[in-house]
């Protein structure tokens, strides 16, 4: 079966209006904090930093109006699904609750953070916030959990169990979460969504595990994202540490490009850890 | 189709066998809390398991160590202690090695971010199991790992996949039952019309998926989980989305609702839930003649939130293969909502059960309903 990207989109605060990512110019992305702007104010308040990227990441790749809501009472859309990709999007509101708790007993808690100690917060919000009722997954896999998103993404097309997948990855900054990311590459707060079809768009390679972070295609790729080596785009040492965002923020940016080129796109993510997994992006038209 | 070749599980009242022969007995593990400072969390109870180096101080990467445990027991049950290929593993969990994240905040003990999840640990049982994944999908969260792990056999992504569920308790979510909670709950009382809440529980459970190539052991027929989101609240269950997702399940499994003979119900024992729950089964089961028998598990072991769809997994596999199902422990007066609705308690039932259904709901309104038939 076919699988194919028909939607992206990059929501990366702090980016210049001047700089691109490979050339490609993902827009201005307001900080969490702002989120309101674009989502509208009403339902926010208690929404983590990550949650709120993730949806301000979903709104833009759905191509929906500054303010645009989901109808009030309107039913799910049972055919599209959601998965997400987070390792630390609630680690900053588990550990301060903890701490709370420790200085002041429950008192010192809100109850309105009861969903954010549970780790599918992210992908959870996403459905109730635009209305999908299809599967609904969260993925937490470290260095691969972007790629892994997108082929549990293609995994659901597949098997029928929905007709549009949003995937979202997304990683928040906050201290917590950098200190446990320490030492390495700064953590930079980031989230990329793509929407994936069973056909039109850019096709979307069956997402396979890798070796190591250098993979060697048979007929040369027009672009190489990941981290291999010479002429390849590296996203992490271009922006620093996405971690789980990273792998949809790949995908986003291989299909913006091939959409603005065309040609073919090799996606490498991982770690020696985790494990690496790879995926190829091919445009109907021929490199350009 | 896809086979459950062997399970595993670890919870409060030990192993698979011995937990089930326990919960026939109406045994609940319930005990007071270690580790966390009770009196400041409101919560005084909950199941957890005991292991040695508890009477010292808590030990680090629990979750993680029960997970590993329970995946090399299953491989080896189901003859596959050194995997022939690769066997991709899916770890669903409610928190992940959150507990250790709350500990290294808050008394400086190590963690390194690839902690959090399990592909480390898994790996070094066996180079063989890769990919491991790691689906986050609260309450329901194995029960997704197990729909999964089916949709990969069947569509050749491999011939094998180990679903499995893990999960250690944190203070951060005993803080928000404790929140909410008039008093300290003493046990989990699934649909009972007195129930006072949820308690953890805590513990790990794997099962080995296997395609049609299979020639191992066989412990049932996996027909089919229907995975879905209610898309409708944060923490609140939807009748709507549990009926459908109920519907879903039987319509993947090819089944009616008059071919189930046992539903291991979520039953968290908290007054939406149940109540919605069991509106829910009344409402698909309407038309099922007497209905199938009911039971539930976490009087007796506690919520263990992303392991509990597995371990009522491996429950049901025990039902259809003894002709017996456990009481709900706790279940003395059922609530109002159950009316009409074949409940166990107080002692085991024997039935000549075919056909079983696992319900797990999760929040976030994420739900998986499992479907399984005895083994031919």
């Known amino acids: 079966m076919t699988i194919a990207v028909t939607s992206w989109s990059v929501w990366l605060p702090g980016l210049g209006p001047a700089e691109t990512l490979g050339g490609w110019s993902p827009g201005p992305a307001c900080r969490p904090e702002e989120a309101g702007e674009l989502l509208g104010r009403k339902g926010l308040l208690n929404k983590e930093p990550a949650t709120r990227l993730a949806l301000c990441a979903v709104h833009r790749a759905l191509g929906l109006p500054p303010g645009h809501r989901r109808g009030r009472g309107a039913p799910p859309d049972p055919d599209t699904a959601v998965v997400a990709s987070s390792n630390l999007g609630n680690v900053h509101t588990t550990c301060a609750v903890a701490r709370a708790v420790r200085d002041q007993g429950v008192r010192g808690v809100s109850p309105l953070d009861a969903p954010n100690v549970s780790s599918n917060v992210i992908a959870s919000s996403v459905a109730i916030w635009f209305g999908f009722g299809g599967p609904n997954l969260m993925v937490c896999s470290g260095h691969p959990s972007g790629l892994d998103a997108i082929a549990l993404g293609g995994l659901l097309l597949a098997s029928g169990r929905a007709r549009r997948v949003v995937a979202v990855g997304v990683e928040p900054d906050d201290p917590i979460a950098a200190a446990l990311c320490a030492p390495g590459p700064p953590l930079r707060q980031a989230a990329a969504c793509v929407v994936l079809e069973p056909s039109g768009g850019i096709v979307l390679d069956r997402v396979t595990e890798a070796a190591g972070p250098v993979f060697r295609d048979e007929a040369t790729p027009t672009i190489v994202i990941g981290p291999g080596g010479d002429g390849a785009l590296d996203l992490t040492r271009r922006l620093g540490h996405t971690y789980g965002a990273l792998g949809v923020l790949q995908v986003a940016v291989g299909a913006a490009l091939l959409h603005e080129r065309g040609g073919a796109a090799r996606i490498v993510c991982g770690d020696p850890t985790d494990g690496y997994r790879t995926t190829r992006l091919t445009s109907a038209r021929t490199a350009s | ?376």
């Not at chain 2, 669903?92 to 808050?106: D, S, V």
């Not at chain 2, 919520?303 to 279940?331: K, N, Q």
């Not at chain 2, 609530?335 to 056909?355: F, I, K, M, Y």
């Open chain 2, 1 to 376: 189709m896809a086979v459950i070749a062997a399970s595993a599980v670890r919870t409060c009242l030990g192993d698979g066998a011995r937990t089930f022969e326990r919960l026939l007995s109406g045994e609940c593990g319930v005990a007071p809390l270690r580790h966390v400072d009770a009196a400041r969390l409101n919560v005084s109870h909950g199941y957890p398991v005991l292991e040695r180096g508890d009477a010292v101080g808590e030990p680090a990467l629990r979750a993680t160590r029960w997970l590993v445990e329970c995946v090399a027991e299953a491989l080896c049950s189901a003859g596959l202690a050194a995997p022939p290929g690769r066997v991709p593993v899916i770890v669903g969990t409610g928190l992940r090695e959150l507990r250790a994240a709350e500990r290294w905040a808050l008394d400086g003990e190590p963690l390194r971010a690839q902690q959090l999840h399990f592909a480390a640990a898994v790996g070094e049982l066996s180079a063989a199991l890769r990919p491991v994944v790691t689906v986050s999908n609260a309450c329901s969260a194995s029960g997704h790992a197990l729909a999964l792990a089916q949709d990969m056999v069947e569509h050749g992504e491999a011939e094998i996949v180990v679903a499995a569920g893990t999960d250690a308790t944190t203070a951060s979510m005993l803080a928000m039952i404790g929140r909410v909670a008039e008093r300290p709950t003493d046990s989990v009382r699934p649909f009972d019309a007195a129930r006072t809440g949820v308690l953890l529980g805590e513990g790990a459970a794997a099962a080995v998926v296997a395609g049609d190539g299979w020639r191992g052991p066989v412990a049932a027929v996996l027909l089919g989980t229907g995975i879905s989101c209610d898309a409708y609240h944060e923490t609140a269950p939807s009748l709507a989305g549990i009926s459908g997702a109920m519907r879903d399940a039987l319509a993947r499994a090819g089944r009616r609702p008059a071919d189930v003979d046992v539903v291991l119900c979520h039953g968290t024992g908290t007054v939406l839930n149940d109540a919605t729950e069991a509106l829910a089964i009344r409402e698909v089961f309407a038309d099922a003649g007497a209905g199938p028998w009911l039971t539930a598990v976490k009087g007796a072991i506690g919520h263990t939130s992303g392991a509990s769809a597995l371990m009522s997994l491996d429950v049901a596999v025990r039902c259809l293969d003894s002709g017996r199902v456990p009481p709900v422990v706790g279940l003395r007066e059922p609530l109002p909502e159950a009316d009409g609705l074949r409940l166990v308690a107080g002692t085991s039932v024997r039935c000549a059960a075919r056909v079983a259904q696992i319900n797990a709901f999760g929040f976030g309104g994420v739900n998986a309903v499992t479907v399984i038939e005895a083994r031919p």
